[in-house]
């Protein structure tokens, strides 16, 4: 981060291709809002044992068998509250400071455009821009396991061997 509160990250989609992202920082008004609301929603987390999962492996989960953690009940359905606890008000908010290829991605039709098809590059970006603002401070842990997440379904799609091309970039 810059003294001026601005960081910068990179992201690939699921092409590979990368993109360059900005985020400036919520000001503390702004952001106790969306902490007291981001809170609530990874809330279940906590107590589903994901944490202490990760916490287990010196917090790193790529070695967490996704495949283990999402058959365990409570720690699935926590995952999936998170998931579906993201409502479209509460992402507008968060990326309200972000900028992805110099485009604003504070409107649900630049989000649209940005993350058609390409949902693990979004989730990456809002656990990024969450732990930026200090939002969360496991969202690093959550960041990993998506993205241990997301190694496995690619180790996966690869073994169906699909001559599908992905869609470019958008």
């Known amino acids: 981060m810059n003294a001026d509160g601005f960081c910068f990250f990179t992201l690939s989609d699921r092409t ?8 400036i920082l919520h000001d503390g008004m702004e952001g106790w809002d969306l902490y007291t609301k981001i809170a609530a929603i990874i809330a279940p987390i906590a107590g589903s044992g994901l944490l202490a999962v990760l916490a287990s492996k010196g917090g790193s989960a790529m070695d967490v068998d996704i495949e283990a953690l999402a058959a ?3 720690i ?7 998931i579906m606890g993201f409502d479209p008000r509460i992402v507008n908010d968060l990326f309200h400071h972000v900028t992805r290829d110099g485009t604003k991605l504070d409107s649900p039709a630049a989000r649209g455009m940005a993350y058609r098809a390409n949902y693990d590059e979004q989730a990456l970006a809002m656990l ?37 091309t992905p869609p470019p970039a958008a």
């Open 16 to 23: 590979g291709a990368k993109h360059e992202y900005e985020v």
């Open 72 to 74: 365990n009940e409570g």
């Open 76 to 82: 699935g359905s926590s995952l999936r509250s998170v």
């Open 128 to 164: 990024k821009v969450m732990t930026i603002n200090g939002f969360f401070p496991a969202a690093s842990e959550i960041e990993k396991l998506v993205a241990a997440a997301a190694k496995l379904a690619a180790s996966k799609a690869g073994e169906g061997k699909s001559s599908e």
